[in-house]
């Protein structure tokens, strides 16, 4: 996939490392949403799913894991030139990494991701990003985020609001985003190796917190019907 431009650690969502160990520490405003939200209006921009792409980062005690994840797809919603809402779909089966070349260790990692002691992709084969609320940044340097975003993330049925910044662009019937989110994976039940879940596991824990990095790329419907 290629990119252009959510910048900021939800999900998609999502991941770390499996077969070792890993920590990450960050900050991301997160607590339970128990309410909907109404859906904004404007008008709708079809995520272009092979412009877009969504990178993870895992660290632990003297490494880290990266990988990719794709989006199944998504819409943003752009009223009067400015996001105003949208919705994110990340498929948890196309978790990759891009770090371990022995391709039976890559391998072993990624299965350990799919599997109940973290993604439990089989039953949980999507996560989702749903934005709430889009905040401009005022005077924002070139090369800074120029909005706030806040959204619910679901991974695993879960639900939890999350807030970041984003560098965010509306341009000629085509919006970009990129965002870095750092996402608690211990909201979301996904428990191996967590300090929050067991105790004594020394230089074996994996920190609770993982980044995601989006940067998508949505076209104005009509213009992506006239393009294909």
Not at 184 to 210: E, H, P, T
Request: net charge negative.
């Amino acid at each position: 996939m290629k990119r252009t431009a959510i910048y900021a650690s939800f999900a998609a969502a999502l991941l770390f490392t499996a077969c070792s160990e890993g920590s990450t520490e960050t900050e991301t405003t997160s607590e339970v949403i128990t309410e909907a939200t109404t859906p904004a209006d404007g008008e709708t921009y079809n995520v272009v799913t092979e412009q877009s792409e969504v990178n993870w980062l895992g660290k632990k005690v003297g490494g880290e894991h990266t990988g990719n994840i794709e989006l199944q797809n998504g819409e943003l919603v752009v009223a009067n030139d400015q996001l105003v809402g949208g919705t994110l779909v990340i498929d948890m089966n196309t978790i990759t990494n891009t770090d371990i070349t022995a391709e039976e260790d890559n391998q072993k990692l990624v299965g350990h991701l799919k599997s109940d002691d973290f993604f439990g992709v089989e039953k949980y084969p999507t996560a989702t990003f749903e934005i709430t609320n889009v905040t401009p940044v005022t005077s924002a340097a070139a090369g800074e985020a120029t909005h706030n975003v806040t959204g619910n993330l679901t991974i695993k049925e879960k639900t939890e609001q999350v807030s970041f910044p984003a560098v965010i662009n509306v341009n000629n019937g085509t919006t970009t985003a990129k965002a870095d989110v750092t996402v608690d994976r211990s909201k979301f039940d996904v428990r191996y190796g967590s300090n929050s879940f067991f105790d004594d596991l020394g230089d074996k824990a994996i920190d609770d917190n993982f980044t995601i990095t989006f940067d998508v790329t949505a076209q104005q419907t009509a213009n992506a019907t006239a393009q294909n």
